[in-house]
């Protein structure tokens, strides 16, 4: 009776024990299938960082490349505006020089003066007044200016005071020459008026 109830508890303890030996071998298994999905889970959150890091570069890259193409097509539009622009001064010279091409006689002088003048007197007591002209006589015409002059005639108030010719010689078609002359005159006091004219011998 003894021996048999040894057995029973025996029994028992090793019905127990393989229990517990299942228990653990399972928590064990659950356990290496935990780490393995959290390995994986790991490693796939890593490829997604990865993945996410490369989109990221790429986006950067896009927008660097959309950057120069936005600059390209400024630098174009502005080199598009400025051509723009030179095409209208161009124009515009072309119709001038048309214009000017039109207004020539081709049979005539004309002379144009691009000229400067000023009253010059050295003290206050009016000594050596003058007239100082300075610039130059161009031919525009089509033919030759035969003795070309500057008519330069002085005034104070309403009375000539001094009169002169600046010979400038024959002008061919679209020649010029400089000037550069003091001109006396025999009055005391500032001019208060003075007329150059260009003239020819030309009929």
């Given at each position: 009776?003894?021996?048999?109830?040894?057995?029973?508890?025996?029994?028992?303890?090793?019905?127990?024990?393989?229990?517990?030996?299942?228990n653990?071998?399972?928590?064990?298994?659950?356990?290496?299938?935990?780490?393995?999905?959290?390995?994986?889970?790991?490693?796939?959150?890593?490829?997604?960082?990865?993945q996410?890091?490369?989109?990221?570069?790429?986006?950067?890259?896009?927008?660097?490349?959309?950057?120069?193409?936005?600059?390209?097509?400024?630098?174009?539009?502005?080199?598009?505006?400025?051509?723009?622009?030179?095409?209208?001064?161009?124009?515009?010279?072309?119709?001038?020089?048309?214009?000017?091409?039109?207004?020539?006689?081709?049979?005539?002088?004309?002379?144009?003066?691009r000229?400067?003048?000023?009253?010059?007197?050295?003290?206050?007591?009016?000594?050596?007044?003058?007239?100082?002209?300075?610039?130059?006589?161009?031919?525009?015409?089509?033919?030759t200016?035969?003795?070309?002059?500057?008519?330069?005639?002085?005034?104070?108030?309403?009375?000539?005071?001094?009169?002169?010719?600046?010979?400038?010689?024959?002008?061919?078609?679209?020649?010029?020459?400089?000037?550069s002359?003091?001109?006396?005159?025999?009055?005391?006091?500032?001019?208060?008026?003075?007329?150059i004219?260009?003239?020819?011998?030309?009929?």
């Amino acid at each position: 009776m003894k021996l048999k109830i040894i057995l029973i508890a025996v029994t028992a303890v090793l019905v127990v024990s393989l229990a517990a030996n299942g228990n653990l071998y399972f928590l064990s298994q659950e356990r290496d299938s935990l780490a393995s999905n959290y390995n994986q889970q790991k490693q796939a959150t890593a490829e997604l960082q990865s993945q996410a890091a490369n989109l990221q570069n790429q986006t950067v890259n896009l927008q660097n490349q959309v950057a120069a193409l936005n600059d390209k097509a400024n630098n174009l539009q502005t080199e598009n505006s400025n051509l723009q622009n030179q095409n209208a001064e161009l124009q515009k010279e072309i119709e001038n020089l048309t214009e000017s091409a039109a207004n020539i006689p081709l049979n005539k002088p004309r002379l144009v003066t691009r000229l400067g003048a000023s009253n010059v007197i050295e003290s206050a007591h009016g000594n050596n007044p003058r007239l100082f002209v300075e610039g130059d006589v161009f031919n525009t015409g089509g033919a030759t200016a035969w003795n070309a002059t500057l008519h330069i005639t002085m005034f104070i108030g309403v009375k000539v005071v001094g009169e002169t010719f600046i010979a400038l010689g024959n002008m061919e078609p679209f020649s010029g020459c400089h000037i550069s002359r003091d001109i006396q005159y025999g009055a005391t006091g500032r001019l208060t008026n003075w007329t150059i004219i260009p003239e020819t011998s030309n009929p």
